[in-house]
């Protein structure tokens, strides 16, 4: 299996995103991930691509206790600031019942 690389800041958010599901870790894959700096006048971080897998049979809801009140959800990740997050598209259900969806994301360095 080959290891998608992740920043310190991407790991830490994709961390976080999966402790939202609720359930073990195997269950959500990580199917693609890509982060680029970002950076503004004032402030410095990184635009976040996640693709995930949720597996199960239960996946929908899964996937719901995930990303429902995400725009709006407070992330307690040191030395990060989650400014902006959001599903993109929707959510798809596959004939084996898992779900893939793709979470983009905005995280500022506090340093």
């Known amino acids: 299996m080959m290891k998608i690389p992740l920043s310190a800041a991407a790991g830490a ?3 976080a995103l999966i402790g939202r599901a609720g359930v073990e870790r195997n269950r959500i ?3 693609d991930a890509h982060s680029i700096d970002w950076q ?3 402030f410095a971080g990184e635009r ?3 693709s995930l897998c ?4 239960d996946s929908a809801e899964v996937v719901g206790r995930m990303c429902d ?3 709006d959800a407070e992330f307690s990740i040191p030395r990060l600031l989650v400014a902006d997050v959001a599903v993109v598209g929707t959510p798809k259900r596959a004939s084996d019942g898992a779900t893939e969806l793709m ?5 500022i360095s506090d340093d």
């Open 54 to 57: 949720v597996t199960g049979s």
């Open 69 to 71: 009140g995400l725009e």
């Open 48 to 50: 976040h691509h996640f």
């Open 103 to 107: 979470i983009e994301a905005l995280t």
């Open 29 to 31: 894959l990580l199917i």
């Open 40 to 42: 503004s006048l004032t």
């Open 13 to 15: 958010l994709l961390r």
